[in-house]
């Protein structure tokens, strides 16, 4: 089980989250809702880094993903178990193979089939799954039996290389996007180019498209340092490419 010191460093983006907490399928969410008019049967299910609701960059680019007419739902994966805001700052803080053991995996998707199966009952029929970090493996097992119909994910935990992507190929129809970096010891460099070897090429017909950040590490579309540029870019490139990715094809 992948873990990297990247998983648990970053930076405390500033501002005021704007959406609401609420409880779907007795799961505590944080729901981003657009301004605009928007699809009532389409639905971004945001699969959160370890720091889930605890960490206000999530709730803020949920809220970037309503301002470009999604509608938006970042359940709580951990049982309000999520690692602390503090973490950040404090190398060494949280035993992370101690809370790995706790949360890794199967726990996460019972969630989200809760929130899934209250979605549906309101009247969703099609569901986005973005995940980033550890989120990145319950949406890959979301798309395996093909419970969302979109997946997008950024530097991607505890996926098994090149097994999960083999699976993914042989058993999803969800369009894949992969947000990827430069220092990504949980996705590295081979990793990113098996994903292309598998899935790229035409040779996944629902769709796959990645990118490469140049300049960041793991972690830097939630918790990069947007005072430097390189970051900056990588932070708005990969949001970009995933509104792109969500407009096209959810």
Known sequence: MSVCSHCVSGVRHEGSPEGQFTQIGGIESYVATPTVKYPKDKVVLYLSDGFGLKLQNNLLLADDYARNGFKVVVPDLF???????????????????????????????????????????????????????????????????????????SHPSLLQVPADLEKYAAQSKAPLLVNSCEVDPVFPKEAQEKADEILGGGKFAPGYERTYWEGCQHGFA????????????????????????????L
Do not use: M, Y
């Open 79 to 153: 049982d309000g178990d999520a690692l602390p805001e503090d973490a950040l700052s404090t190398p060494g803080k949280v035993d992370i193979p101690a809370w790995l053991s706790k949360h890794s995996g199967e726990r996460e998707v019972e969630i989200c089939r809760k929130v899934l199966s209250a979605l549906k009952a309101e009247g969703v029929t099609k569901v986005a799954a973005i995940g980033f970090c550890h989120g990145g493996r319950p949406a890959f097992d979301l798309a395996f039996g093909n419970e969302v119909q979109v997946v997008a994910v």
């Open 222 to 249: 939630v918790r990069g340092d947007i005072s430097n540029p390189k970051v900056k870019a990588g932070k708005e490139g990969a949001f970009k490419a995933t509104v792109e990715f969500l407009i096209k094809n």
